[in-house]
């Protein structure tokens, strides 16, 4: 399976984004998908995450009421809607996928596949 997350771009603070990660070579119904981020000089980070089982969500503290991810089985695709953005979430952004379920990863979490990031910069 290979993941393509796009979507990120410059946007002004107060802004929204939406951001897409689009799975091939495979489907991933059956994996429950997350989204990291890597801000400049840190490690890269939980950000939200959704169980297909149970259909449930989780999301880092930081983002919680600002952000919502899905998912749209029938295109293999998981979104990450952005809204009321700061500038501390500017980061490149990366959706991975993993059979296995944890409300919040840390950042050594093994995911099964992972996507090449795409750059969001919130600027004021």
């Known amino acids: 399976v290979q993941l393509q997350a796009c979507g990120g771009g410059l946007v002004q603070v107060g802004g929204s984004l939406r951001l897409s990660c689009a799975a091939s070579?495979?489907?991933?119904?059956?994996?429950?998908m997350y989204w990291f981020r890597q801000a400049p000089g840190k490690e890269r980070v939980f950000v939200s995450g959704?169980?297909?089982?149970?259909?449930?969500?989780s999301h880092a503290d930081s983002v919680k009421g600002r952000f919502t991810i899905s998912r749209d089985n029938a295109k293999n695709t998981v979104y990450l809607q952005m809204n009321s953005l700061k500038g501390e979430d500017t980061a490149v952004y990366y959706c991975?996928?993993?059979?296995?379920?944890?409300?919040?990863?840390?950042?050594?979490?093994?995911?099964?596949?992972w996507g090449k990031g795409t750059l969001v910069t919130v600027s004021s």
């Open positions: 991975a996928a993993d059979r296995g379920w944890t409300t919040r990863p840390s950042s050594a979490h093994a995911m099964d596949y």
């Open positions: 070579g495979g489907t991933v119904s059956r994996y429950h």
């Open positions: 959704i169980n297909w089982r149970f259909d449930i969500a």
